[in-house]
């Protein structure tokens, strides 16, 4: 089983969300916020930028005891230094990406569908990214919206911890918490907030803590 995480608030970013900040400082206010996790998503970037990336974002999360995760990218994690790997759909099996992990590393899947929710074996997984909940301008290709009701459906039948993504904010925090979301993962909440910090700690307040995911 992969090292326990707290669920609860997973930042996800990459030099595109943050405008002219340094993602590092982004994260580092987050985390004294109450981040619990944060994620590099940083699209179509060379490996050496990747790592580069991750090594200073690693000197922000570890102190802090955040596991820092990887979009994406198994084979980086080791060398980049990270706790784990995020993979969608079509990145590659989740089986496949724990192979190459190993057995102690955190990995997470997208699921964007009540079908691929019911199909889901978790085996290996530790934790689901369920959506997008809401339209976001976040991820332009992203699939069609679950809305609030279709989280809810999909989140019983998996039997995981699940963390709730697309349009997630301090407004909707409770009712996703109501909806079963064991954490929610925002990209534009505390990036694009003037003062993320402020921002990470309304968004736990209104939300809650989620159980753990060990
Ligand atoms: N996957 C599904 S929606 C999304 C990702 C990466 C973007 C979420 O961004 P935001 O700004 O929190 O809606
Ligand atoms: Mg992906």
Redesign the pocket.
């Known amino acids: 089983m992969a090292r326990p995480f707290d669920p609860t608030l997973c930042l996800?970013l990459g030099p595109a969300d943050v405008g002219r900040r340094d993602p590092c400082e982004v994260a580092a206010a987050a985390i004294r916020g109450g981040v619990t996790l944060v994620q590099l998503?940083w699209k179509h970037a060379p490996e050496a930028d990747i790592r580069a990336l991750a090594a200073r974002l690693r000197a922000v999360t570890a102190p802090a005891g955040v596991p820092l995760i990887l979009n994406d990218r198994p084979e980086l994690v080791a060398e980049a230094g990270a706790d784990g790997v995020h993979v969608g759909q079509a990145d590659m099996p989740a089986v496949e990406a724990r192979r190459r992990l190993g057995p102690d590393a955190i990995l997470g899947l997208?699921i964007e569908t009540l079908a691929q929710a019911a199909a889901l074996d978790p085996a290996g997984i530790d934790y689901v990214?369920l959506?997008?909940v809401?339209a976001?301008?976040?991820?332009p290709d992203?699939?069609v919206p679950l809305g609030i009701s279709g989280f809810a459906e999909a989140r019983t039948v998996l039997e995981i911890p699940v963390i709730a993504?697309?349009?997630?904010s301090a407004e909707n925090a409770a009712a996703m918490r109501a909806a079963g979301a064991d954490g929610l993962?925002?990209?534009?909440?505390i990036?694009?907030a003037p003062d993320p910090e402020a921002a990470a700690r309304r968004l736990v307040a209104r939300f809650g803590h989620g159980r753990d995911g060990g």
């Open positions: 996800v998503r997208s990214g959506g997008p809401f976001t301008g976040s991820k992203h699939a993504i697309g349009g997630m993962a925002v990209i534009s909440a990036c694009g």
